[in-house]
């Protein structure tokens, strides 16, 4: 049993269970596994007027293997690209994503926010709300915020390793250039007694000019956004989860307590507890 704790638990993505069967829905889970490690995604179903949630969690390790496989293509490519490598490892939604028990306590700090809520807009409880924590604070614009974040520090670490590249590249044809000038004045010497070494270090100078280098505070600056939307994501996910439980047990009980015709602080006075398996 695993108790959820709306603050501090990280789940990569929040859908119907009917969905889980799509391949974009699991490249989605699957990315937000490569994001956070302790991806977990939170499904949901209704059952007879009931809601059921289920908890997943993702191979992490099948996911970082099958992510070297990708790790050259753009995020559109990613699904695709993603099926095929999970087809190589025998691997769909049905094998890939295991089970997990979760229990969710409701005390009374969350019974008198249930209060609160109650006065609350009824587009409060709008069916996409819950990937809102903010109007435009959305999980699915942040996912994409840092795949393009992703993409751009992929494109920067290619210019770092070309800038690698040709420099050795010259250093290796300066390298041979030097030997066999040094041929060349060995045998000159020889045959003249003055030589200009001077002219030689012009000469080299301006055929082997330093090859500018590229910046390397954009990546870093890169990078630090990329771990505050990561940071984002993972609260966007905590509140996803914390909104749509507490809209979900407010409902009900909003609707039981018109049912009993119990009183204004019935939220209050009644601690509640729930299991969800």
Avoid: W
Wanted: net charge positive; with cysteine.
């Amino acid at each position: 049993m695993a108790e959820l704790n709306f603050e501090t638990t990280s789940f990569g993505f929040y859908i119907n269970i009917n969905d889980i069967k799509k391949k974009e829905v699991l490249a989605t889970l699957l990315l937000s596994s490569l994001i956070n490690k302790n991806s977990f995604v939170l499904c949901f179903s209704e059952k007879y007027g009931k809601m059921i949630f289920s908890a997943y969690k993702i191979d992490v390790d099948v996911v970082f293997e099958i992510k070297n496989q990708i790790k050259n293509s753009t995020f559109n490519q990613y699904t695709d690209i993603l099926n095929v490598e999970l087809k190589k490892k025998g691997l769909t939604s049905k094998n890939i994503l295991q089970k997990v028990p979760i229990r969710i306590k409701n005390f009374i700090a969350n019974s008198i926010f249930l209060n609160m809520l109650k006065n609350k807009n009824k587009n409060f409880f709008s069916s996409m709300d819950y990937l809102n924590t903010l109007e435009v604070d959305s999980l699915e614009e942040h996912i994409h915020d840092t795949c393009k974040s992703l993409e751009l520090l992929k494109n920067e670490q290619e210019k770092i390793m070309k800038y690698k590249k040709d420099v050795f590249k010259q250093l290796q044809t300066q390298k041979i250039y030097q030997e066999k000038k040094k041929l060349e004045n060995e045998k000159n010497k020889i045959e003249h007694d003055n030589l200009d070494t001077n002219e030689d270090d012009i000469n080299i100078q301006n055929i082997f000019k330093s090859i500018p280098q590229p910046s390397l505070l954009f990546p870093y600056v890169l990078t630090m956004s990329n771990s505050l939307l990561n940071d984002n994501i993972n609260n966007l996910c905590s509140h996803a989860i914390a909104k749509s439980y507490l809209t979900y047990i407010y409902l009900h009980y909003f609707f039981t307590l018109k049912k009993k015709k119990k009183n204004k602080n019935y939220f209050i006075k009644k601690k509640i507890k729930y299991e969800f398996f």
